[in-house]
Each structure stands twice: as structure tokens, then as C-alpha cells.
């Protein structure tokens, strides 16, 4: 064999080799699986189940649709953004819930490693629509507490239902701004689902 001949047949059988070990490759593999969207305008949305790997990826609209953070309920959190953070209160919401005929959820804190003897505590309800976001439908009043000793000692939020025939996501969250000193921004949620629909304007 003439070495022309030999170097024509090493590059038939690179290039075999080449063509098979494209043949063989997954898409997969080729490029990163791209899952498919299925969310809807923010129009068309309804309410509904949050769906799996959401969690704090959630986003959250106010009842003007404008996105918002969640720890904006209404506090101050001890008013001085850049000061030192004094303590860190223990925040309490409980699960979002069906109280005929309205869901509701309540807000209650404790001292953890603070010393003040109250602090204002707020909470709101936001329900799951099928744009993946959190609309805000109930707020609370800001109402100033003890440290939690009792049921009755809490913040109530509440919405009547516009049915209870389908289940919802629903989330509590609870903001405390502990009176005298400085604590930590942003809530705390609870998750459940609940059947109730608010179908209605948010207010």
C-alpha cells in the first residue's frame, strides 16, 4: 500500500469515527433541555395551585399589579435601614385558613434575643394565580402586641371567599418591627391550601 493510500484510509476512518460518534449523541446532551413555559398573561391568569420548585422564587403584586416585595406589609422595621441590627424577634405566622365565610391568617411574635416588652406586628394574605405570582388580597391592621401569650393576642387578616369549591395556594405572611430597637427587615410566611376562591378585585 502506497502511502498516499495509507493516509486516505486514516482520514475515512477518522471521519467514520467522527460521524458515528455524532450519530450516537442525545440531544440532550448536545445542548442544555430547555423546559417549556406554560404561564399564563398576567390578564388571562386565575387562581390556583402553586406548581412544584416554586417556593421563594415566587413573585408578588400588590392590588394595583405593580411587583412588589413582600416584606413591604406596611413596617418600618426599626426605621434606620443602616443601623446595626439590635435583636432578633421570633415572627409567628400561622397557616393561611377557611373561617366561614373567609380565608384568613393571623400574626404573632416573641422575643427571641429581644429585651422590648412590644412590637407592631401586620400581617397580609396573598393567593396563588396561574401567571406565577402572589396577589395581595387582605391586610391586617398594624396593631401593637405583646410577645405571643394567648390566642386573642395577634394581627388578623381575612377575605370572604368568592367559592369553596376549588383548592388554593395561599400564603400568610407576618412582618414584626419590634418597638425600641432595631431588628431584621422582611416577613415570615406560612403556605396552605385552601378552598377558597377570590375571584374578585383585589382590595
Known sequence: MTQYATTLMRVAVAASVAFAGMSFASPAAAQPRVQPDH??????????????????????????????????????????????????????????????????????????????????VK???YEYYTDGTYR???????????PKS??????????????????????NHVDVDVDGQIDPSGTEYRQANVYCVVTGPDQ
Do not use: F, M
Request: hydrophobic residues 25%.
Open 136 to 146: 395581595r388580597k387582605a391586610c391586617s391592621e398594624t396593631v401593637q402586641l405583646k
Open 39 to 120: 404561564v399564563v398573561s398576567y390578564a388571562e391568569a386565575v387562581p390556583g395551585l402553586e406548581p412544584p420548585g416554586l417556593a421563594d422564587h415566587a413573585r408578588y403584586v400588590d392590588e394595583q399589579g405593580r411587583e412588589i416585595d413582600p416584606a413591604t406589609n406596611g413596617l418600618q422595621d426599626g426605621g434606620n435601614e443602616t443601623a446595626a441590627i439590635g435583636c432578633t424577634p421570633v415572627t409567628l405566622p400561622d397557616n393561611p385558613h377557611w373561617s366561614t365565610p373567609d380565608v384568613s391568617g393571623h400574626g404573632q411574635w416573641d422575643k427571641g434575643d429581644c429585651t422590648a416588652a412590644t412590637a407592631h
Open 150 to 171: 394567648d390566642s386573642n393576642n395577634r394581627t388578623t387578616a381575612r377575605r370572604t371567599c368568592d367559592s369553596t369549591g376549588e383548592l388554593i395556594s395561599w400564603r
Open 123 to 125: 400581617n397580609c394574605l
